[in-house]
């Protein structure tokens, strides 16, 4: 029996958004990566806009995957909002959670493997927001807007 669901699909001051609910598993990345395109695309992003909202997105919930609680029986939440200027992308887990003003920005000289998700998701989103919470996970918050409306 399968362990994605839909939370809700709601109208709210914004415009539609939608909340989809997947299991801690690296094979749901793709279904994130082709639900974003989908609602990216029907919006007005063009090609390579798209591609890179998906490329930011499956690092968000990579991040939540390997940082959750290490169960699979828990899941991460994607909650997409849109309206006719932007797209806002918040990935949620409910992991351990980390001190966001200990986290450095990479050295791209001599790099390492890890540690680059964040950065690489600041490159490529218009906005970033990451809330963590020690015990009780992390939220990163992406928007890409429309164009030149930043």
Partial sequence: MSNIKIIEKVE?????????????KPEYVSVVRLTTSAIASRIGFN????????V??????TNAITHSNCSQNEN???????DEQKIVIEVQDQGTGFYCEAVEEPDLTSPKEGGLGIF?????????EVESNIGKG??????KYLGDDI
């Fill in 120 to 128: 690489i998701i600041k490159s490529l989103m218009d906005e970033v």
């Fill in 12 to 24: 709210d001051q914004m415009g539609d958004s939608l909340s989809i609910s997947l299991p801690n």
């Fill in 56 to 61: 930011a997105v499956a690092e968000a919930c």
């Fill in 47 to 54: 090609v390579e806009e798209i591609e890179d909202i998906k």
């Fill in 76 to 82: 991460f939440n994607i909650l997409f909002a849109v």
């Fill in 138 to 143: 992390t939220t990163i918050k992406m928007t």
